[in-house]
């Protein structure tokens, strides 16, 4: 993906705030789904799609592309609108998202949304789906990467954990992890549910190879790529330090917005707030 | 009652291992992931013969399950094999969302099916896997006979496009069919031919379905004996006729009758032409310590039991005016 200039930064801030007003009016016209946990990862998922992921949106099936896991599919309103504005499908589609008859199920679903590559809904099982993945890519002696997206959440989940022994032991150098750190599910702060820290010596005593950064800094997730592309002979996680509703002043940290939909007033804010520039 | 017992005694197990090392030999595709049971269900053999595509996942069934639908989503053909109880129960909700959802070409082989575990007790003996997995959709499932249909299970699977459930028995179990016998996924085969009843069995119940036809043509009644090797997709026709020109149905499986192939064959026989009908299996309660056989005999899962409940059909059948 090579290096970043000053314009890549600015386009991929710009359209991440694209991909965020697609998940509020998704979210807002079905009046249900995961607004917060969407917005804490736009900026991880814009990097990746604008800038990271070597894939075609006339070819999904294309059998070189990179592989992006999203774990958490409760996330899916912005990795919809990710697809659509990379052109994998029209972008009008994103408002039939969890409406009857739509290709935008309420989570992923595999082999209906075109660049969708698993399904996802129960938590915990994207990073083992990953597993998979990277190991045929080695098998098969393909340069392709697998990317895997997890909520912190779903540290909670014992599965995970199966799969971060799994991957340090087959030594997936072609697998990269994120953790949105957001610090909230549903029920509360992921410290009050079910203390994770300290996540990042977790991982490390996993023997991954861990990087922990500003999960809304460009600079630092391609950074942090680049480097996990660099490194050898184990795979890498990124701990993205995120803001769960981030963008939109009234939604931050609040652990409401994890599952609920904005009224029309606050959508209306909420849009104010994250105007495109031109 | 003592009854012929003309065939040999195999495993299963066996017979599996076998043929995917044969399989493997055939297709590059096909890869393995074990889960610290690979020598006991003889994945192990694969492994010696193509180390690079054995993965050894440890005690992760979860993990087994989502790792094969990654290998499956990138064009690999992975057979998981470990327990039935470890395999299926444990991971009933992966098995959902990675492999059946998904539709992804996984195949998960489970051993140590049912009562016939033996000794391990309860905690092993899995009764209810045969309903849990054909309640799935996409789900296609199979229940050999015995060792030489195991290995056909292990080919057809491969061959079928989409997930495939196959259980099989820890205990070796009499060798009823052979190498030539054709077998099809959705093909129920008629063991033996008869018109005053059909006995459907699955599994090594299929051999004590045989023992009791000969028991019963000893009494003067022509049963016919169908192995319901493919569970899920359901053969109708098959069975429609079985119901229609027997007019008399027992089933025999080594599975709770709550959701297994008795409750299968009872609610389209009773869609489609209704018969008396009686279900041998698991009565909804848990297994116990024991051999394999003296568990068979405490539980019910006999000859002798599937010829009680044949009479028993015969005499309500007689009962009805035709």
Known sequence: MGDFTEETIVSLKRQATILR??????????????????????????????????????????QDRDRFVMSKGHACPV?????????????????????INSRLQGHPELGTTPGVENAAGAEGQGLSFSVGLALAARMDHKAWHTYCLMGDGEQDVGQTWEAAMAASKFGLDNLTAFIDRNGIQQEGRTEDIMPLEPLAEKWEAFNWHVLTIDGHDFRQILSAVEEALRTKGRPTVIIARTVKGKGVSFMENKIKYHGAATSDEELAQALQELEVLP | MTLP???????????????????????????????????????????????????????????????????????????????SVFGSAHTYNIIRQNVAYTNLNVKIFCSHAGLSVGPDGATHQLNED?????????????????????????????????????RFSRANVPTITSKEDPFEVGKASVMRDGQDLTLVGCGLMVARCLQAAEALAKEGVDVRVINLSTVKPFDT????????????????????VVHGIGAAVASMVATNHPVPLAMVGVQDVFGESGEAEELLQKYGLTAERIVLAARDVMKRRGTRSL
Request: charged residues 20%; glycine residues 8%; hydrophobic residues 40%.
């Open chain 2, 130 to 166: 045969i309903g849990l997995m054909r309640g799935l959709p996409r789900m296609t499932v199979l229940v050999p006979a015995d060792g030489p249909e195991t290995a056909k299970c292990v080919d057809a699977a491969a061959e079928t496009r989409g997930p495939v459930y196959c």
């Open chain 1, 79 to 99: 990795w919809y609108a990710a697809l659509a504005e990379r052109g994998f499908f029209p972008v009008e589609e994103l408002m039939t998202f969890r409406k």
């Open chain 1, 21 to 62: 007003r697609h998940v509020l009016r998704m979210t807002h016209n079905v009046q249900s789904g995961h607004p917060g946990g969407s917005l804490s990862c736009t900026d991880i998922i814009t990097a990746l799609y604008f800038h990271v992921l070597r894939v075609d949106p006339k070819d999904p099936a294309w």
């Open chain 2, 5 to 83: 017992q003309p065939w040999k005694s195999e495993s299963q197990r066996t017979y599996f291992g076998r043929a995917l090392v044969e399989l493997g030999k055939r297709n590059p595709d096909v890869v393995v992931v074990g889960v610290d049971t690979t020598e006991s269900v003889k994945t192990i053999e694969f492994g010696k013969a193509y180390p690079e595509r054995l993965f050894q996942l440890g005690i992760a069934e979860p993990n087994m399950i989502s790792v094969a639908a990654g290998l499956a989503a990138a064009g690999k053909i992975p057979y998981a094999a470990t327990y």
């Open chain 2, 237 to 256: 026709a098959t069975l429609d006729r079985a119901a229609r020109e027997t007019g008399g149905i027992v089933t025999a499986e080594e599975h709770t």
